[in-house]
Protein backbone atom coordinates (compact mmCIF):
# COMPACT_ATOMS: atom_id res chain seq x y z
CA UNK A 1 0.00 0.00 0.00
CA UNK A 2 1.38 3.49 -1.05
CA UNK A 3 1.53 6.49 0.95
CA UNK A 4 -0.88 9.52 -0.43
CA UNK A 5 -0.58 13.21 -0.17
CA UNK A 6 -2.39 15.99 -1.53
CA UNK A 7 -2.67 17.00 -5.62
CA UNK A 8 -2.55 20.74 -5.22
CA UNK A 9 -3.04 23.56 -2.48
CA UNK A 10 -6.16 24.14 -0.93
CA UNK A 11 -7.51 26.72 1.45
CA UNK A 12 -10.51 27.56 3.49
CA UNK A 13 -11.41 30.14 6.21
CA UNK A 14 -14.03 30.21 9.23
CA UNK A 15 -14.05 31.07 12.91
CA UNK A 16 -12.08 29.67 15.67
CA UNK A 17 -14.49 27.53 18.03
CA UNK A 18 -12.25 28.93 20.96
CA UNK A 19 -11.23 32.40 20.02
CA UNK A 20 -14.25 33.34 18.34
CA UNK A 21 -12.39 35.29 15.32
CA UNK A 22 -11.25 34.27 12.28
CA UNK A 23 -8.80 31.67 11.26
CA UNK A 24 -7.45 30.24 8.10
CA UNK A 25 -5.60 26.86 7.01
CA UNK A 26 -3.77 26.15 3.77
CA UNK A 27 -3.55 22.64 2.86
CA UNK A 28 0.06 21.85 0.78
CA UNK A 29 0.80 18.48 -1.06
CA UNK A 30 3.93 17.22 0.82
CA UNK A 31 7.07 14.84 0.18
CA UNK A 32 6.87 11.03 1.12
CA UNK A 33 7.57 10.40 4.70
CA UNK A 34 6.68 14.11 5.44
CA UNK A 35 3.61 12.94 7.97
CA UNK A 36 1.66 15.49 8.77
CA UNK A 37 3.10 18.82 9.57
CA UNK A 38 1.01 21.73 11.22
CA UNK A 39 2.69 25.38 10.62
CA UNK A 40 1.90 28.32 13.06
CA UNK A 41 3.06 31.70 14.26
CA UNK A 42 4.79 31.41 17.77
CA UNK A 43 3.63 34.23 20.03
CA UNK A 44 7.34 35.70 19.39
CA UNK A 45 6.45 35.59 15.11
CA UNK A 46 8.87 32.71 14.58
CA UNK A 47 7.50 29.80 12.36
CA UNK A 48 7.22 26.89 14.37
CA UNK A 49 6.43 23.34 12.65
CA UNK A 50 4.25 20.46 14.79
CA UNK A 51 3.54 16.90 14.04
CA UNK A 52 0.99 14.87 15.89
CA UNK A 53 2.90 12.97 18.56
CA UNK A 54 0.71 11.82 22.03
CA UNK A 55 2.27 13.92 24.45
CA UNK A 56 2.29 17.23 22.16
CA UNK A 57 -1.70 16.97 22.99
CA UNK A 58 -3.41 19.02 25.15
CA UNK A 59 -6.87 17.62 25.33
CA UNK A 60 -9.24 19.80 28.14
CA UNK A 61 -12.35 20.77 27.70
CA UNK A 62 -14.02 20.92 24.35
CA UNK A 63 -10.10 21.82 23.25
CA UNK A 64 -7.61 19.72 21.48
CA UNK A 65 -4.08 21.38 21.02
CA UNK A 66 -1.36 20.20 19.75
CA UNK A 67 2.10 22.09 20.89
CA UNK A 68 5.86 21.98 19.91
CA UNK A 69 8.66 24.19 19.05
CA UNK A 70 7.48 27.18 20.98
CA UNK A 71 4.26 26.95 18.96
CA UNK A 72 0.49 25.46 19.42
CA UNK A 73 -2.89 24.87 17.03
CA UNK A 74 -5.92 24.59 18.90
CA UNK A 75 -9.07 22.58 17.54
CA UNK A 76 -7.49 20.14 15.56
CA UNK A 77 -9.59 17.08 16.19
CA UNK A 78 -12.02 16.92 13.07
CA UNK A 79 -9.30 18.07 10.72
CA UNK A 80 -6.78 15.02 12.12
CA UNK A 81 -9.68 12.67 11.49
CA UNK A 82 -10.44 13.90 8.49
CA UNK A 83 -6.83 12.83 7.44
CA UNK A 84 -6.61 10.06 8.78
CA UNK A 85 -10.12 8.92 7.41
CA UNK A 86 -9.61 9.83 3.90
CA UNK A 87 -5.79 8.23 4.17
CA UNK A 88 -3.76 10.98 3.67
CA UNK A 89 0.04 10.32 4.75
CA UNK A 90 1.44 13.52 3.90
CA UNK A 91 0.02 16.62 3.81
CA UNK A 92 1.74 20.63 5.01
CA UNK A 93 -1.13 22.72 6.93
CA UNK A 94 -0.21 26.14 6.98
CA UNK A 95 -2.69 27.61 10.19
CA UNK A 96 -3.56 31.32 10.70
CA UNK A 97 -5.03 32.24 13.59
CA UNK A 98 -3.62 29.95 16.12
CA UNK A 99 -6.92 27.50 15.48
CA UNK A 100 -8.30 25.34 12.92
CA UNK A 101 -11.49 26.95 11.91
CA UNK A 102 -14.68 25.11 13.40
CA UNK A 103 -16.37 25.17 10.04
CA UNK A 104 -19.55 23.47 10.90
CA UNK A 105 -18.51 21.43 13.67
CA UNK A 106 -18.02 18.32 11.80
CA UNK A 107 -15.18 16.99 9.40
CA UNK A 108 -17.06 17.12 6.31
CA UNK A 109 -16.16 20.63 5.17
CA UNK A 110 -12.30 19.06 5.66
CA UNK A 111 -13.52 16.41 3.47
CA UNK A 112 -14.67 18.18 0.34
CA UNK A 113 -11.40 20.92 0.67
CA UNK A 114 -9.59 17.46 0.54
CA UNK A 115 -11.41 16.21 -2.35
CA UNK A 116 -11.18 19.58 -4.04
CA UNK A 117 -7.46 19.09 -3.21
CA UNK A 118 -7.35 15.50 -4.90
CA UNK A 119 -5.64 12.47 -3.22
CA UNK A 120 -2.45 11.05 -5.36
CA UNK A 121 -0.43 8.04 -4.32
CA UNK A 122 3.01 8.27 -3.87
CA UNK A 123 5.80 5.55 -4.45
CA UNK A 124 6.72 5.05 -0.53
CA UNK A 125 5.48 2.04 0.88
CA UNK A 126 2.61 3.12 3.77
CA UNK A 127 3.85 2.75 7.25
CA UNK A 128 1.50 2.19 10.09
CA UNK A 129 1.31 1.70 14.14
CA UNK A 130 0.44 -1.73 14.76
CA UNK A 131 -1.49 -2.53 18.25
CA UNK A 132 0.86 -5.83 19.54
CA UNK A 133 -1.32 -7.52 22.43
CA UNK A 134 -5.15 -6.90 23.82
CA UNK A 135 -5.00 -3.49 26.00
CA UNK A 136 -7.47 -2.78 28.57
CA UNK A 137 -7.98 1.19 30.26
CA UNK A 138 -10.38 2.03 32.05
CA UNK A 139 -10.85 5.78 33.95
CA UNK A 140 -14.16 6.47 36.23
CA UNK A 141 -16.10 3.46 34.23
CA UNK A 142 -15.04 5.09 31.11
CA UNK A 143 -12.95 2.16 29.29
CA UNK A 144 -10.97 1.42 25.79
CA UNK A 145 -9.61 -2.45 24.79
CA UNK A 146 -7.38 -2.66 21.98
CA UNK A 147 -6.42 -5.71 19.95
CA UNK A 148 -4.20 -6.81 16.95
CA UNK A 149 -6.38 -6.15 13.64
CA UNK A 150 -5.35 -5.93 10.20
CA UNK A 151 -7.62 -2.41 9.78
CA UNK A 152 -8.93 0.32 12.04
CA UNK A 153 -12.29 -1.00 13.53
CA UNK A 154 -14.25 0.98 16.40
CA UNK A 155 -17.01 -0.31 18.20
CA UNK A 156 -18.65 2.53 20.22
CA UNK A 157 -21.14 3.00 23.11
CA UNK A 158 -22.03 6.00 24.78
CA UNK A 159 -24.59 6.36 27.61
CA UNK A 160 -25.40 9.89 28.25
CA UNK A 161 -27.89 10.63 30.69
CA UNK A 162 -30.27 13.19 28.36
CA UNK A 163 -32.98 11.95 26.69
CA UNK A 164 -32.02 13.39 22.96
CA UNK A 165 -28.74 11.05 23.76
CA UNK A 166 -29.62 8.03 26.42
CA UNK A 167 -28.08 4.80 24.86
CA UNK A 168 -25.93 4.28 22.10
CA UNK A 169 -23.88 2.22 20.21
CA UNK A 170 -21.89 2.29 16.81
CA UNK A 171 -19.69 0.17 14.47
CA UNK A 172 -17.18 1.51 11.65
CA UNK A 173 -14.48 -0.50 9.69
CA UNK A 174 -12.73 2.60 8.55
CA UNK A 175 -12.05 3.22 4.63
CA UNK A 176 -11.79 6.44 3.42
CA UNK A 177 -15.83 4.98 1.90
CA UNK A 178 -17.52 4.23 5.62
CA UNK A 179 -15.54 7.76 6.57
CA UNK A 180 -18.64 9.16 5.20
CA UNK A 181 -21.11 7.17 7.68
CA UNK A 182 -19.23 9.81 10.51
CA UNK A 183 -17.69 12.89 8.75
CA UNK A 184 -20.83 14.90 8.93
CA UNK A 185 -21.86 14.19 12.68
CA UNK A 186 -21.58 17.62 14.61
CA UNK A 187 -20.01 17.99 17.77
CA UNK A 188 -22.39 19.05 20.55
CA UNK A 189 -22.81 20.98 23.42
CA UNK A 190 -24.74 22.02 26.32
CA UNK A 191 -26.30 25.12 27.09
CA UNK A 192 -25.42 25.03 31.03
CA UNK A 193 -22.15 24.12 30.25
CA UNK A 194 -21.63 27.70 27.93
CA UNK A 195 -21.33 30.21 30.51
CA UNK A 196 -18.40 28.15 32.36
CA UNK A 197 -16.75 27.94 29.13
CA UNK A 198 -17.04 31.61 28.05
CA UNK A 199 -15.40 32.52 31.84
CA UNK A 200 -12.85 30.25 30.88
CA UNK A 201 -12.60 31.92 27.70
CA UNK A 202 -13.42 29.12 25.81
CA UNK A 203 -15.72 28.29 22.85
CA UNK A 204 -16.14 32.12 22.40
CA UNK A 205 -17.15 31.07 18.66
CA UNK A 206 -19.73 28.12 19.26
CA UNK A 207 -23.09 28.58 18.13
CA UNK A 208 -26.07 26.57 16.53
CA UNK A 209 -23.60 27.42 13.24
CA UNK A 210 -20.98 24.97 14.36
CA UNK A 211 -22.37 22.42 16.96
CA UNK A 212 -25.22 20.85 18.68
CA UNK A 213 -26.17 22.55 21.50
CA UNK A 214 -28.85 20.67 23.72
CA UNK A 215 -30.81 22.19 26.70
CA UNK A 216 -32.33 19.91 29.67
CA UNK A 217 -35.00 18.61 27.51
CA UNK A 218 -33.32 18.22 23.82
CA UNK A 219 -31.78 20.00 20.77
CA UNK A 220 -32.39 23.68 20.68
CA UNK A 221 -30.94 23.68 16.69
CA UNK A 222 -33.75 24.79 14.46
CA UNK A 223 -32.69 21.82 11.72
CA UNK A 224 -32.38 19.40 14.36
CA UNK A 225 -30.18 16.60 14.24
CA UNK A 226 -28.17 15.46 10.74
CA UNK A 227 -28.23 12.06 12.05
CA UNK A 228 -31.32 10.23 14.98
CA UNK A 229 -27.58 8.93 16.29
CA UNK A 230 -25.51 12.01 15.63
CA UNK A 231 -24.22 12.06 18.80
CA UNK A 232 -22.33 8.93 18.52
CA UNK A 233 -21.64 9.04 15.00
CA UNK A 234 -19.39 12.46 16.54
CA UNK A 235 -17.89 10.35 19.47
CA UNK A 236 -16.63 8.10 17.20
CA UNK A 237 -15.01 10.43 14.69
CA UNK A 238 -13.22 12.10 17.59
CA UNK A 239 -11.68 8.77 18.56
CA UNK A 240 -10.72 8.85 15.12
CA UNK A 241 -8.99 12.00 14.96
CA UNK A 242 -7.69 11.16 18.73
CA UNK A 243 -6.28 7.68 17.42
CA UNK A 244 -4.03 9.79 14.67
CA UNK A 245 -2.27 11.74 16.77
CA UNK A 246 0.71 9.36 15.83
CA UNK A 247 3.63 9.77 13.52
CA UNK A 248 1.86 7.40 11.61
CA UNK A 249 -1.93 5.83 11.01
CA UNK A 250 -2.46 2.89 13.76
CA UNK A 251 -3.69 -0.03 13.34
CA UNK A 252 -6.25 -1.71 15.89
CA UNK A 253 -9.48 -2.95 16.46
CA UNK A 254 -10.87 -0.71 19.45
CA UNK A 255 -14.49 -0.92 21.56
CA UNK A 256 -15.04 2.10 23.72
CA UNK A 257 -17.27 2.64 26.59
CA UNK A 258 -18.12 6.35 27.14
CA UNK A 259 -14.85 8.20 26.69
CA UNK A 260 -13.95 11.47 25.55
CA UNK A 261 -10.85 13.55 24.35
CA UNK A 262 -8.88 13.27 27.48
CA UNK A 263 -9.59 9.60 28.01
CA UNK A 264 -8.24 8.97 24.84
CA UNK A 265 -5.38 10.89 24.72
CA UNK A 266 -4.52 8.94 28.17
CA UNK A 267 -4.47 5.63 26.41
CA UNK A 268 -3.02 6.74 23.85
CA UNK A 269 -0.07 7.99 25.68
CA UNK A 270 -0.21 4.30 27.28
CA UNK A 271 0.25 2.86 24.25
CA UNK A 272 3.11 4.77 22.94
CA UNK A 273 4.90 4.75 26.06
CA UNK A 274 4.09 0.98 26.98
CA UNK A 275 5.91 -0.70 23.49
CA UNK A 276 2.41 -1.91 22.78
CA UNK A 277 2.51 -0.70 19.05
CA UNK A 278 5.08 -1.72 16.82
CA UNK A 279 5.87 -0.07 13.01
CA UNK A 280 5.39 -2.08 9.99
CA UNK A 281 5.10 -1.31 6.48
CA UNK A 282 2.23 -2.34 4.58
CA UNK A 283 3.19 -3.79 0.77
CA UNK A 284 -0.30 -5.38 0.29
CA UNK A 285 -4.05 -3.91 1.00
CA UNK A 286 -5.31 -4.20 4.35
CA UNK A 287 -6.96 -7.83 5.32
CA UNK A 288 -4.04 -8.96 3.85
CA UNK A 289 -1.47 -7.26 5.03
CA UNK A 290 1.97 -8.51 4.58
CA UNK A 291 5.10 -6.93 6.34
CA UNK A 292 7.85 -5.01 3.93
CA UNK A 293 10.42 -5.14 5.86
CA UNK A 294 10.89 -7.47 9.30
CA UNK A 295 8.71 -5.50 11.95
CA UNK A 296 11.10 -3.99 14.13
CA UNK A 297 10.94 -2.23 18.32
CA UNK A 298 11.86 1.03 19.17
CA UNK A 299 12.49 2.86 16.14
CA UNK A 300 9.08 4.96 16.72
CA UNK A 301 11.19 7.17 19.33
CA UNK A 302 13.53 7.78 16.26
CA UNK A 303 10.58 8.84 14.17
CA UNK A 304 8.81 10.89 16.79
CA UNK A 305 12.11 12.60 17.84
CA UNK A 306 11.53 15.79 15.28
ZN1 LIG B 1 -15.42 16.63 18.03
Known sequence: MRQTTIMRRVQCSGIGLHSGKEARIALRPAAENAGIVFHVRTPEGARAAIRPAPDAVTAACLATTLRGNGGAVATVEHLMAALRGLGIDNIHIDVEGGEIPIMDGSAEPFVGLLSRAGIRKQSGVRRV????????????????????????????SIDFPHP???????????????????AAARTFGFLR????????????????????ILDDAGVINPGGLRYEDEFVRHKLLDFIGDMGMLPFPLRGRFTVSCS?????????????ASGDLFPEEIAHHRGRDRCAAP????????????
Do not use: Q
Not at 164 to 182: H, K, Q, S, Y
Not at 193 to 212: I, Q, R, T, W
Open 129 to 156: LRIKRPVRFAREGKWIRAEAYDGFFVDY
Open 164 to 182: AIGARRMTLDLTPENFFAV
Open 193 to 212: DAEMLHKAGLALGGSPDNAV
Open 260 to 272: GHGLNNEFLRHLH
Open 295 to 306: ARRNNLSIDMAI
